[in-house]
């Protein structure tokens, strides 16, 4: 989709397609949160853009049917299990998510910079004064 394709479409994508998505991830997104680190990336988008987080934002809208804890033993809520893929890796995917947690991580610490929490505290347990 970041390329221009539908959701989920056959094309076949190569290293120069790939640079160009992780290109246009750096220049012409504001601000990428993560699903994993959901309420941190509202309290970040907050530090950074300014307002005040409100309680509906860490309502999670669209649960799965019956998730109520890790869906597999061993893997944190959310967590997808590989084992069928057989050790297949989509390099685009991969290249893309390792330039969301680059930009997530550079977010972060400029929050915190801010004085957007932290405190002595883990990254992941950011309070945010605003």
């Given amino acids: 989709m970041?390329?221009?394709?539908r959701c989920a479409s056959k094309r076949t994508l190569?290293?120069?397609?790939i640079a160009t998505a992780v290109q246009r991830l750096k220049d012409d997104f504001a601000f990428v949160g993560l699903t994993e680190r959901f309420a941190d990336s509202v309290c970040i988008f907050h530090a950074l853009f300014?307002?005040?987080?409100?309680?509906?934002?860490?309502?999670?809208?669209?649960?799965?049917k019956g998730a109520v804890s890790p869906p597999f033993p061993g893997l944190a809520y959310g967590a997808y299990d590989e084992t069928p893929l057989i050790g297949w890796q989509d390099i685009a995917d991969e290249a893309l998510y390792a330039e969301a947690l680059r930009l997530f991580g550079e977010s972060e610490r400029h929050a915190l910079q801010r004085g957007g929490g932290g405190g002595g505290r883990s990254p992941g347990a950011l309070n945010f004064i605003l």
């Fill in 2 to 5: 970041i390329l221009g394709s």
């Fill in 50 to 64: 300014g307002g005040r987080p409100a309680a509906a934002e860490f309502v999670n809208v669209r649960p799965r």
């Fill in 14 to 17: 190569g290293t120069p397609e």
